[in-house]
């Protein structure tokens, strides 16, 4: 079992900032795949990044890919989500999810564990 809480999140001018971070509970953190996913009202709930147990491979959307950043620090059971140039279009509830496997690490459908998520608004 694995508890996710997510913190971070906040209102932004588009252009601007925010970094994203997920604590872990439980002493097998580093054993999961790590990813994070965003949900806009009306929409439905799309995956933005992954990384590996080890951090040695990251997954990014198109829409994000050169402005968000994912990494983890086992030590410290956390993964973060560094969100540059935020957009308008950027602004969801923002979700961590935890996956024993890598299969299908950018697939809603590979992770067994989500936090209550993180509102992240960037106003144009």
């Known amino acids: 079992q694995v508890q996710l809480v997510e913190s971070g999140g906040g209102l932004v001018q588009a252009g601007g900032s925010l970094r994203l971070s997920c604590a872990a509970s439980?002493?097998?953190?580093?054993?999961?795949?790590m990813g994070w996913f965003r949900q806009a009202p009306g929409k439905e709930r799309e995956f933005v990044a992954a990384?590996?147990?080890?951090?040695?491979?990251?997954y990014y959307a198109d829409s994000v890919k050169g402005r968000f950043t994912i990494s983890r620090d086992n030590a410290k059971n956390t993964v973060y989500l560094q969100m540059n140039s935020l957009k308008p279009e950027d602004t969801a509830v923002y979700y961590c999810?935890?996956?024993?496997?890598?299969?299908?690490?950018?697939?809603?459908?590979?992770?067994?564990?989500w936090g209550q998520g993180t509102q992240v608004t960037a106003s144009s």
């Open positions: 999810a935890a996956g024993l496997t890598f299969i299908r690490p950018t697939s809603v459908s590979g992770y067994d564990y």
């Open positions: 439980g002493r097998t953190f580093s054993r999961y795949k």
């Open positions: 990384i590996a147990w080890n951090g040695e491979n990251t």
